[in-house]
Every structure is written in structure tokens, then in C-alpha cells.
């Protein structure tokens, strides 16, 4: 059974910084894409950013310079690095593996 488990998430000023971790099981990690999604209040569910098995990245255009993914095959883990947060980037984080999500991390920016 596939799972995937975020963490990481919570309150931070805007300007501050988090990182979202997510943990696979029941997938071949190593040759598997991932991607972190977001939705906020009323909004539609949005790609943040993505990682493919061999490490190319793509990240949104609104979070583009400040948000970092990554991944380590090793612990099975995918990670987003956000930094100089933004109001507007309070969401819902998901980790995402094809039609998988995992239960979802809050991340809630203040002004």
C-alpha cells in the first residue's frame, strides 16, 4: 500500500521560512517523480513544484526563487524548502506520487 506522510508545516511571519518534509512507502522511490501541490481557502488544488527520479526540479511561477524542492532516495524523503514567505502562500501543502496524496500539511503565512 502506497502511503505518503507530510510534516512541517504550520504559523510563520511573513519573510520566515518552513520546510515541508514527505515521507514515501510502498513505491520504488528512486524511480519515481513527486510533486508538492497546494490549496488554499476557495482556490483550486495547484502544482508548487515538482522532482523527477533523476533530480530535475520545476517549480510554479509564484513561488519561483523562494521555494526549493529536493529529495533524498536514501530516508525516502521529499522535501520544500520555503523561504521569504508570502500571505498569499497559506495552503494546504500535499505531497503527491502519480494518483497518491498524502493527508496534507497546513502552512499559515501572517502579515
Known amino acids: 500500500q502506497v502511503q505518503l506522510v507530510e510534516s512541517g508545516g504550520g504559523l510563520v511571519q511573513a519573510g520566515g521560512s518552513l520546510r515541508l518534509s514527505c515521507g514515501a512507502s510502498?513505491?520504488?522511490?528512486?524511480?519515481?517523480?513527486l510533486a508538492w501541490h497546494r490549496q488554499a481557502p476557495g482556490k483550486q488544488r495547484e502544482e508548487v513544484a515538482s522532482?523527477?527520479?533523476?533530480?530535475?526540479?520545476k517549480v510554479a511561477d509564484s513561488v519561483k526563487g523562494r521555494f526549493t524542492i529536493s529529495r533524498d532516495n536514501v530516508k525516502k524523503m521529499v522535501y520544500l524548502a520555503m523561504n521569504s514567505l508570502k500571505p498569499e502562500d497559506t495552503a494546504v501543502y500535499y505531497c503527491?506520487?502519480?494518483?497518491?496524496w498524502g493527508q496534507g500539511t497546513q502552512v499559515t503565512v501572517s502579515s
Open positions: 503527491n506520487w502519480a494518483r497518491v
Open positions: 522532482i523527477t527520479s533523476d533530480g530535475r526540479t
Open positions: 510502498g513505491i520504488i522511490f528512486s524511480g519515481s517523480a
